[in-house]
């Protein structure tokens, strides 16, 4: 059975930050039962495109493990996991320190 520690412990490996963008966004398409809030949604979208550059890599971790916890709350945490451990390390985005 995956839990979230498992996962967060799965993305930490190597300095990864998370995904690349593209893999990112499939991740995010994953997710169940996003929805419309105002202008954005609800999970945020992830930091790609014009805010992939801008973003600190702080940022993109915390917003990659709200996508996550957003995976654990709505059942499909399993999927994603294995989604994420299909990736090859070029498919991941690493911080050097």
């Known amino acids: 059975m995956v839990n979230i520690e498992n996962v967060l412990e799965e993305v930490k490996k190597n300095n990864r930050v998370c995904p690349q963008p593209n893999r990112w ?6 997710l169940p039962n996003k929805e ?18 801008d ?3 702080l940022s993109k ?3 990659f493990k709200e996508h996550l ?15 994420l451990k299909n990736l090859n390390e070029n498919e991941w985005y690493h911080t050097d320190e």
């Open 25 to 30: 966004n499939d991740i995010w398409e994953m």
């Open 36 to 53: 419309r809030v105002g202008n954005g949604w609800k999970p945020a979208l992830p930091l790609i495109l014009a805010a992939w550059h």
């Open 55 to 57: 973003t600190p890599h």
């Open 61 to 63: 971790i915390l917003r």
């Open 69 to 83: 916890e957003w995976a654990a709350d709505n059942g499909n945490l399993e999927e994603v996991y294995q989604f």
